[in-house]
């Protein structure tokens, strides 16, 4: 742990990530070390072969949509704060994030911004709302080979009008956000390590 | 009551331990002459006292519930214990000696297992693992130093001289008794913690811990007693090694035996497939062979039987029949409710034996205070510990709650009776002692733990009901942190259960599932399922509402009506029979109040009880046929939710007419569905919102698979709400039968006043109309496994379209108006018709026209039973190919 200050910088910008992600130095530290092994030719950025690389995603069944996730707006690439911007979203949410002044942009961390994260890995064609066929192509993703498509279907019909409140067929962000308003989105969207 | 059970108690005075093992006695000396009457009451003796105990607990308990008030208040353990303190009392007055005190075997073999199965069984094993750290750092390092904290204060107010020196107690026997008092008991915590309703995580933390303390318990226990025994000067320094050692033994060990029976059971039940009847019993076999194996190699016996429950139930519930499963739920329910309440009891009657124990001021209040102060300390230490590590930090209100919620109970008392008193001179103050901790957690802790929740604004556990979208969503995050972690390059929690479950779905479940029960499983499919029974339920329950506010409009909603096309006339040319004799009937457009009269009458028929069908005799053991006992009850259910329906009808009928609400959404799918049949029977698709009710159905998905095996046995169809389709050679031969026999015994032959509903009731039970009732838009209920046989069911209705000959008059006898013309109908009766098939009870005719007065139905509905009979009965025409709908309502899937 010694090796701290000289890891942390390596970091470009540190502070202004720091600022913007909420991270501590630790963990940008860690999540620097992580991203240049991920960096397979040190070419400072990452790719999406880079991520796929990494075995467990490719199991993942939203392994590719998360992938995709960290490549906003068709880009083919993503260098260290875009990384950490992402992952920003799973940091906890700690007491002193709660009381910040309201002028600041939401903390990436927020309930909200963690539901936004989890709404545009639906949400394909990026309109704002989870149509029947996007819940459905998750569904298939999710569900597997052991239920049948018309039974998906089903499920995915049921899934959607049960959100959806003003009869468009299509679930909006604040209906995804209403149907899990009763969930602790805060802690099950969370990772420990990300502090 | 209780007192002529317990007069009754207090006859034996010979008095044995109620031990169910022991063997009966035979008294029988052989007689001179024959005796009229004998009295044998030591033939008896053991077994009927443990029921005449378990019946006088139950019986305290229904006393106890009688009033919502005493127990909202006061939590059932205590007012059991303080029944068995008065029980105790009354029978130490009687005998004049202590009888039927709480003995360690009954406890440990006969008590204790079926608490813990159930705890284990039921426990929420995600929140579990989910909290597994928590629960492990209390249960192991709590128990140890409660134990150890509070044997060496004792001995330290010992050897400040404020204990009396009559307690004769040396540092380890102070430890012994220090491990025996220190376990959270889970019987007691159970006991408190159900009816506190704390929010899961708390629970989880504080009832994981007593059920995974019992191995730290166990080892210290036995550890210091064979320390005590030994003689501290002998004890070598290889001994305390070994006590270590054996703590990672018992609970590695316990915990070992408790997954391999949990493996074998998992097994076992995925080749049950045709013994169905004896799954229950395996459950509660194995799970009980774990038990005493762990017992049996001195391993932790709670441990095992938790991780045995925790780890088959996943399996053992997918490979099971439905009706199983409620099996093993209630029979683990009330063998454990019976357990805890006999424990509860017999734990009030020990305490007065007062030739067990001895008291000594000092020793109590020092116990008292020290695993109050310490049990707080250790909390407060740990949690301050775990924070550095959890996601979400354990506060303050929750360490207070987790403090106070340390309820000792029966397992410290069955271990502090255990005490040898030669080697633990102090036996008797420790019983005490033991006693005033256990009454003064259960009683004192107990009865304030719930306005202290309250207090403190502790966060309650909210029920609510699981929707697809939370379950969905769940999954989607669980899989977006298993990612993420992989991203990070941090193998976590999230990681570790992504890869279990993994494995478990590729190697695991395909081993210990049946092919079938593995094919179906799937989370999200499995709550879809469930909210579709739930839905059918609630429907039936509450007349529709609820089915309406899940966004399925109703289909008895109005607004649908189309009623030109549903008219009779038109339904009279499709149908293709000509026979129309009365003219002014033809171009009437019936109401739909009308159609919901003969919609419901016909439901009726499908529904009504028929208490004196026969069936086939069948006497097999391996299942319970549905023909017996089954189809009884489900006729009772029928009736019910006929009755309900119709006092639904009664609700809903006047706002009938006025809402009209489009429904949008619904038309595209009932046409692929419905359409077909509605265009050639034009068939009212209107028909009311029986639609909703006969179709909701929910079959259990197997049930596909097993009918390939075309053994009837297999079939699993109780759950949720189900359609046969039955063959009507089936159906029409019971209908033979009951038509034969019962069909009108009244004299009343013509009905005196039937309305025009109620008249056309056999025609259209004639076209196998049923199938109308089922509306296409709740095929997005139908479960997709059903949908083909659900499309060709359809199909085959269309082939109906054109009814039998024989049933064409009898369509004539609609009359413009539902009063209108009774009496010229009796002549078109079809005079070939030999019997009275349309014999309307005066009661029911009446029923039919005033739809509030559902109230009177279940004398009408046996009224109306012959009838029934005699419709199938009258349909019967050789070459009908029709296909009988049978509605089945069944509400098995409540639990």
Known sequence: MGSRSSHAAVIPNVDSIRRETGFSQASLVRLHHRFRALDRNKKGYLSRMDLQQIGALAVNPLGDRIIESFFPNGSQRVDFPGFVRVLAHFRPVEDEDTDQDPKKPEPLNSRRNKLHYAFQLYDLDRDGKISRHEMLQVLRLMVGVQVTEEQLENIADRTVQEADEDGDGAVSFLEFTKSLEKMDVEQKMSIRILK | ?895
């Not at chain 2, 703590?247 to 060990?253: A, E, K, T």
């Not at chain 2, 420790?430 to 004192?444: E, N």
């Not at chain 2, 095996?709 to 209908?735: C, N, P, W, Y």
């Open chain 2, 1 to 895: 009551m209780l007192r002529a059970a317990l007069s009754l108690l207090a006859l034996p005075l010979a008095g044995a331990a109620e031990e169910p093992t022991q063997k009966p006695e035979s008294q029988g000396e052989p007689l001179p002459g024959l005796e009229l009457f004998r009295w044998q009451w030591h033939e008896v003796e053991a077994p009927y006292l443990v029921a005449l105990w378990i019946l006088v607990a139950s019986l305290a308990k229904i006393v106890f519930h009688l009033s919502r008030k005493v127990t909202s208040l006061v939590p059932e353990s205590c007012l059991l214990i303080l029944l068995g303190l008065v029980l105790g009392g009354i029978v130490l007055a009687v005998a004049k000696k202590a009888e039927y005190q709480l003995e360690p075997g009954t406890f440990f073999l006969f008590l204790l297992p079926p608490i813990v199965l159930d705890s284990g069984y039921f426990m929420p094993s995600r929140l579990f693992f989910d909290n597994l750290g928590a629960i492990l750092t209390y249960a192991v390092v709590g128990t140890l130093w409660n134990a150890f904290t509070t044997g060496a204060a004792l001995w330290g107010l010992q050897q400040a001289g404020l204990v009396a020196p009559r307690v004769q107690a040396g540092l380890l026997d102070f430890l012994l008794f220090g491990s025996l008092i220190s376990a959270v008991d889970p019987v007691a915590v159970l006991a408190v913690f159900e009816e506190v309703h704390v929010n899961e995580t708390l629970f989880i933390i504080v009832f994981g811990e007593s059920l995974l303390n019992d191995a730290v318990t166990v080892v210290l226990y036995k550890v210091c007693n064979s320390f005590v025994e030994m003689g501290s000067a002998n004890v070598q320094a290889t001994d305390y090694l070994k006590g270590v050692a054996s703590l990672f033994v018992v609970s590695l060990g316990g915990a070992a035996v408790g997954l391999v029976f949990a493996f074998l059971l998992a097994l076992t039940t995925r080749f049950t497939k045709r013994v169905r009847i004896i799954e229950p019993l395996l459950v509660f076999l194995l799970a009980y062979a774990a038990y005493l194996t762990a017992e049996m190699a001195s391993l932790s016996a709670i441990l095992a039987v938790t991780m045995c429950g925790l780890g088959c139930k996943k399996y053992v519930e997918a490979n099971i029949s439905h009706k199983s499963r409620t099996t093993v739920k209630y029979t683990m329910k009330t063998l454990a409710s019976c357990a805890e309440t006999v424990i509860f009891m017999l734990l009030g009657i020990s305490a007065v034996d007062s030739s067990k124990w001895a008291w000594d001021s000092g020793l109590v209040l020092g116990t008292l205070i020290f695993i109050l102060f310490f049990r707080a300390l250790g909390v407060v230490l740990q949690t301050w510990m775990l924070n550095q590590f959890r996601l979400v930090p354990l506060d303050k209100i929750d360490q207070v709650v987790m403090s106070y919620g340390g309820l000792r109970g029966a397992v410290a008392f069955a271990l502090v009776i255990l005490l040898d008193r030669t080697k633990v001179p102090a036996k008797d103050y420790f019983v005490a002692t033991t006693i005033v901790v256990v009454f003064f957690t259960v009683i004192v802790q107990g009865l304030t733990i719930k306005p202290l929740v309250k207090w403190l604004k502790v966060k309650r556990s909210e029920h609510h009901k699981p929707t697809l979208n939370q379950e969905l969503h769940e999954h989607t995050f669980d899989h977006i942190l298993a990612a993420v972690e992989d991203v990070v390059g941090h193998h976590g929690y999230h990681y570790w259960r992504d890869r279990w479950e993994q494995f478990d779905k590729k190697y695991l479940s395909q081993l210990l599932m049946r092919r079938s029960a593995y094919r179906i499983r799937d989370q999200i499919w499995d709550v879809y399922y469930r909210l579709n029974i739930r839905d059918a339920i609630s429907f039936v329950d509450q007349g529709g509402h609820v089915l309406s506010s899940t966004g399925l409009t109703l289909p008895s909603m109005p607004s649908r009506n189309s009623v030109a096309e549903t008219s009779v006339t038109n339904l009279l040319r499709e149908s293709g029979s000509g026979a129309c004799l009365d003219l002014q009937v033809i171009d009437t457009v019936r109401s739909g109040r009308d159609r919901e009269d003969a919609v419901m009458h016909h439901l009726l028929c499908g529904g009504l009880y028929k208490p004196r069908r026969r069936y086939k005799a069948s006497c097999s053991r391996h299942f319970i046929s549905e023909d017996a006992q089954e189809r009884q009850d489900k006729e009772v259910f029928q009736q019910n939710m006929k009755r309900r329906l119709e006092s639904f009808k009664s609700t809903k009928h006047n706002i009938c007419f006025t809402k009209s609400k489009p429904r949008p959404r619904k038309t595209g799918r009932r046409k692929d569905g419905v359409a077909n049949a509605e265009a050639t029977n034009g068939k009212p698709r209107d028909l009311g919102f029986q639609d909703t009710a006969a179709v909701i159905l929910t079959v259990e998905s197997e049930e596909e698979e097993e009918e390939s095996d075309s053994s009837e046995t297999e079939k699993e169809d109780d759950e949720g709400i189900i359609f046969v389709a039955r063959a009507t050679s089936e159906v029409l031969q019971e209908g033979k039968i009951s038509g034969s026999l019962e069909v009108c015994p009244s004299p009343r032959i013509i009905p005196p006043s039937p309305t025009c509903a109620e008249k056309e009731l056999p025609w259209k039970s004639g076209q196998g109309d049923l199938a109308v009732y089922v509306s296409s838009e709740t095929t997005k209920i139908v479960p997709v496994d059903m949908q083909t046989g659900w499309n060709q069911s359809m199909s085959s209705l269309e082939s109906l379209a054109s009814p039998p000959c024989n049933q064409a008059p009898t369509l004539t006898c609609l009359p413009p108006h539902p009063r209108g013309a009774e009496e010229p109908q009796a002549p078109l009766y079809p005079p070939s018709d030999p019997r009275p098939s349309f014999a309307f009870p005066p009661s029911l005719a009446k029923a039919g026209r005033s739809h509030s007065e559902s109230s009177a139905d279940l004398p009408q509905q046996q009224e109306l039973q012959p009838l029934m009979g005699h419709k199938d009965h009258t349909h019967l025409s050789p070459g009908t190919t029709n296909s009988h709908w049978c509605i089945q309502f069944n509400r098995g899937s409540r639990l």
